[in-house]
């Protein structure tokens, strides 16, 4: 937090350590003066104070607003989406005819009549799903881990038939192993 302070003088015009400015967020202290993570959108209140030997104490404030950032996927803004990110700056699908889909599938979904074209949602996610995951493991099989499917229940064996299922199944496994991947 000591970073917020530029400069800190007392009455006689002298230089004072910043390490002598006593810092609180919400009325608390705030220990070795580092901010906890913050990890919903609040805000916090901020004080810094100096107890100068000739005017008394000194005391600034500043708030801080955490706020989590939304941005559309397609690339195409829409005033209703169903596909955003937690980002300030957008994502870009790289697949034209996925891009053209989820462009659709907002249009449809900000209308007032969207529950009459549910299933043609539903099916239109699903299509993305198969073209992504084609996509990808067309491009990049070797990056994905190899089942072995005989330890597979019976149950599960009957689920992964099902190529997209085992697809999702794939990428799931592959972002759990990969830290980078999830941010």
């Known amino acids: 937090m000591e970073e917020y302070i530029y400069q800190v003088k007392n009455s006689k015009g002298e230089n004072v350590e910043k390490s002598e400015v006593i810092i609180k967020v919400d009325g608390k202290d705030v220990p070795s003066n580092v901010l906890t993570s913050v990890e919903q959108p609040s805000e916090l ?3 810094f104070k100096y107890e100068d030997e000739v ?3 000194v005391s600034s404030e500043l708030k801080l607003v955490f706020e989590r950032q939304i941005s559309n996927i397609s690339g195409k803004p829409q005033e209703k989406s169903l596909f955003t990110i937690q980002s300030g700056s957008g994502y870009k699908v790289n697949i034209e005819i996925v891009t053209d889909i989820i462009y659709a599938i ?4 900000s209308t007032r009549t969207k529950e009459d074209y549910l299933p043609l949602i ?20 070797n990056i994905f881990p190899k089942f ?15 190529g997209l ?6 990428v799931i496994c592959l972002v759990k192993k990969n830290n980078k991947l999830k941010t």
């Open 122 to 141: 539903a099916c239109s996610i699903r299509a993305i799903f198969e073209i992504s995951s084609d996509k990808l493991f067309k491009t990049h099989k």
């Open 45 to 47: 209140i901020v004080n």
């Open 55 to 57: 005017t008394g104490l």
């Open 106 to 109: 907002d249009k449809v979904y």
């Open 165 to 170: 299922l085992k697809n999702v199944a794939h």
């Open 148 to 162: 072995n499917e005989q330890k597979f229940t019976s149950s599960a064996k009957r689920e992964v038939r099902d």
